[in-house]
C-alpha cells in the first residue's frame, strides 16, 4: 500500500513567521510531487509541483525535495492570515498517473 | 480557460436511490480523474480517463460505481443503489499528458449527502 504521510495539525504560527510543512511517502519510485491548499469546503488548488531533489521556489512558498530520505517539505515565508488552510501532499507514483493524497495539515496563521 | 467545472455542485438524495455527477475538463486536457473526499481525510483515487478510455479504476471502487467518457470530452459518475457511506466530495480533475508539467487542476466538486 502506497502511503503518504502528514502532521494532520493544527500547525499555529504568528503572522509573518514561517510555516514549516513536511510529507513522508513510501514509494521509492515516487516521481512528481505537488502541494494543494485547501480552504475549508473548497477543492483543492495547486501551490507547488516539484520533480527534481532540492529546493524550487515561487513567491513565498518553496518546495523541498529530498528522494534518498523520502520526504518533501513546504515553507510559506511572511504567513499571513489568508494561508491559513489545509495544505495536501501529493504524490504521484512512476507506474501511474493517479495522485496519492496526505490528509493534509492544517495552517492557522493568528495576527 | 474555464477551468473544471461540476454539476450539480451539491446533491442530497435517499439511500437506495442512483446519482449522477458531470465533469467538464479544461478544453484541450486529455486526461480526466475522479477523487472522492471524506470530511479530514485527502482525496482518495477513483479513476482516471485518456481520452474515451478509462485506464485505471480503484481496486477498492464498488461495482456500484461506474465512470464513463464516451466522446473524451465531458465525464459522468454514476452510482448505483446509494448508501450512506457514499456521502462524499466527489472530485473531478484534469490535465493535459505529455507535458513536463504533470499538474492536475482540480473543479469546484459535487457534494453528495446520502440521507
Known amino acids: 500500500q502506497k502511503e503518504v504521510e502528514q502532521n494532520s495539525g493544527p500547525l499555529s504560527v504568528p503572522e509573518g513567521a514561517i510555516a514549516s510543512l513536511n510529507c513522508t511517502y513510501s514509494?521509492?519510485?515516487?516521481?512528481?510531487f505537488f502541494w494543494y491548499r485547501q480552504y475549508s469546503g473548497k477543492s483543492p488548488e495547486l501551490i507547488m509541483s516539484?520533480?527534481?531533489?532540492g529546493d524550487k521556489e515561487d513567491g513565498r512558498f518553496t518546495a523541498q525535495l529530498n528522494k534518498a530520505s523520502q520526504y518533501v517539505s513546504l515553507l510559506i515565508r511572511d504567513s499571513q492570515p489568508s494561508d491559513s488552510a489545509t495544505y495536501l501532499c501529493?504524490?504521484?507514483?512512476?507506474?501511474?498517473?493517479?495522485?496519492?493524497f496526505g490528509t493534509g495539515t492544517r495552517l492557522q496563521v493568528f495576527p | 480557460d474555464t477551468g473544471v467545472s461540476q454539476n450539480p455542485r451539491h446533491k442530497i438524495t435517499k439511500r437506495g436511490q442512483n446519482v449522477t455527477f458531470r465533469c467538464d475538463p479544461i478544453?484541450?486536457?486529455?486526461?480526466l480523474y475522479w477523487y472522492r473526499q471524506t470530511l479530514g481525510q485527502g482525496p482518495e483515487f477513483l479513476t482516471y480517463?485518456?481520452?474515451?478510455?478509462?485506464?485505471?479504476k480503484s481496486r477498492l471502487l464498488s461495482d456500484r460505481f461506474s465512470a464513463e467518457r464516451p466522446k473524451g470530452s465531458f465525464s459522468t459518475l454514476e452510482i448505483q443503489r446509494t448508501e450512506q457511506g457514499d456521502s462524499a466530495m466527489y472530485l473531478c480533475?484534469?490535465?493535459?499528458?505529455?507535458?513536463?508539467?504533470?499538474?492536475?487542476?482540480f473543479g469546484p466538486g459535487t457534494r453528495l449527502l446520502v440521507l
Open positions: 501529493a504524490v504521484n507514483g512512476d507506474d501511474t498517473d493517479k495522485l496519492i
Open positions: 480517463f485518456q481520452n474515451e478510455a478509462q485506464l485505471e
Open positions: 480533475a484534469s490535465r493535459l499528458s505529455g507535458l513536463a508539467e504533470e499538474t492536475q487542476y
Open positions: 516539484i520533480y527534481s531533489n
Open positions: 514509494d521509492r519510485g515516487s516521481q512528481s
Open positions: 478544453s484541450e486536457h486529455n486526461r
